[in-house]
């Protein structure tokens, strides 16, 4: 996690070049009602439109765990997105926390397969930016299986994962064309997990006001 300066808020001011995970997601909405919520997360082309996805489903999930906003943006070079949250430290410095995130998207059903592939992508003649964590999307039938075996050999194999600031798991637990996904977040290393389902946590807004955030730029129009 990094503390931006002053200096560093007046030149970049990433709050501003971010969007609230309630606006990302309803980028979304469309996309994801004319194509259907299998092709959406199955279908071949879509791997942007899936990070940004990924990316709203875990920002809510931190939000819950840190009781705290987050704003997400998406950029163009690794990492492929940051996760930007005022913090309650000395106002007169402006400071922000941000992470940036690496997501690797997992489809196969064979655990062995999986964790070969996060080895080869992730961890073997990879470098992170420092303070980038790694989270590795789920997204396959047997996702609670497949992540048990996965976070069970991450924990044996802890050392491969020393340049990443942090590394999560994230799993759909339950998503169907009717009802919105129940999904997990677990922190591997710390040992923390979190529950959130996508409809209780979309179209709120800002729950955690703080006044380097302007509400009132936050204008959420449409239901899920």
């Not at 006044?211 to 730029?217: A, M, N, V, W």
Request: net charge positive; glycine share 4%; proline share 5%.
């Amino acid at each position: 996690m990094k503390l931006m300066t002053k200096k560093e808020f007046d030149r970049e001011d990433p709050l501003k070049k971010s969007q609230h995970p309630d606006q990302v997601m309803l980028g979304l909405v469309g996309l994801i009602e004319t194509i259907g919520s299998k092709k959406f997360l199955t279908g071949s082309g879509l791997n942007r439109d899936r990070d940004a996805f990924v990316a709203v489903l875990f920002t809510y999930a931190i939000r819950k765990w840190t009781q705290k906003e987050w704003f997400i943006q998406q950029v163009d070079d690794p990492p492929d997105f940051y996760m930007i949250s005022p913090t309650n430290r000395n106002q007169q410095n402006k400071p922000l926390d941000r992470m940036g995130v690496e997501v690797i998207e997992i489809k196969t059903e064979d655990p062995e397969e999986a964790i070969n592939i996060i080895k080869r992508s992730k961890l073997e003649n990879y470098a992170p930016a420092l303070g980038v964590s790694l989270l590795v999307y789920l997204n396959t039938k047997n996702a609670i299986r497949i992540g048990q075996q996965f976070m069970a050999w991450a924990i044996q194999n802890k050392e491969l994962f020393r340049y990443f600031f942090e590394t999560y798991c994230l799993f759909i637990e339950s998503f169907c064309p009717k009802a919105t996904p129940n999904y997990r977040v677990v922190n591997i290393f710390k040992g923390w997990y979190q529950k959130a389902n996508l409809s209780e946590e979309f179209n709120k807004g800002i729950l955690f006001p703080h006044p380097l955030i302007d509400k009132h730029s936050i204008k959420i129009v449409k239901d899920l």
